[in-house]
């Protein structure tokens, strides 16, 4: 059978696309679990922080190690794991980026938080969260449009519960915030 260069260039080019498809359908199910745990710390602490005000401190403190471990742990997995590694903590350049990248991250919470001086608990909650939607958008414009769309419903969802919610604030953000980083991670883990 004669192939035309015209038909393999085509055929190359549907190789090309469907190769783009699957690497960002791995990204997405490399992504599932991060936003399952960061879904499920946000619906924990807020939702203590709502119905036991005086254990917020913990619930927040704890909620957050266990994300952060569960995290690195996952990221390890993934790194050892993956034959085309796409954003695993891994040595070389790649690898020193994404641990800066965490540095980055670690260091703007307090430094946003000293600039901005006292803030109420309400406000740090929702300025704190509103910064992690902005960054599932900006992950989005890499991985794709499904991560982007979860920043978007979330900063949303923080943005109403915060303008018009009143006493229950916290519980909003449990199952909004929460629940929508959970409900994109299983969307995301089926696709």
């Not at 879904?39 to 709502?50: F, I, R």
Request: include cysteine.
């Amino acid at each position: 059978m004669d192939v035309s260069k015209n038909e393999a260039a085509d055929a190359l080019t549907v190789i090309l696309r469907v190769d783009d498809q699957m690497l960002t359908l791995r990204r997405y199910a490399h992504l599932a679990p991060f936003l399952i745990v960061w879904g499920l710390v946000w619906t924990g602490a807020n939702s203590v922080t709502d119905l036991l005000p005086a254990w917020t401190g913990r619930a927040w403190l704890i909620g957050s190690a266990i994300g952060l471990l569960a995290s690195v742990l996952w990221g390890i997995r993934i790194g050892r794991r993956s034959a085309r590694p796409i954003g695993a903590v891994r040595q070389g350049p790649r690898g020193r980026s994404l641990v800066m990248m965490g540095l980055v991250i670690a260091g703007y919470f307090p430094a946003m938080y000293a600039v901005l001086g006292p803030l109420s608990a309400r406000q740090a909650n929702a300025f704190g969260s509103l910064a992690w939607a902005f960054g599932y958008m900006v992950a989005g414009a890499w991985v794709g449009w499904r991560l982007f769309g979860i920043g978007v419903i979330s900063a949303a969802a923080i943005v109403f519960g915060y303008l018009f919610i009143g006493p229950h604030y916290y519980l909003w953000m449990a199952v909004c915030g929460g629940g929508a980083l959970i409900a994109g991670g299983l969307w995301l883990r089926g696709v």
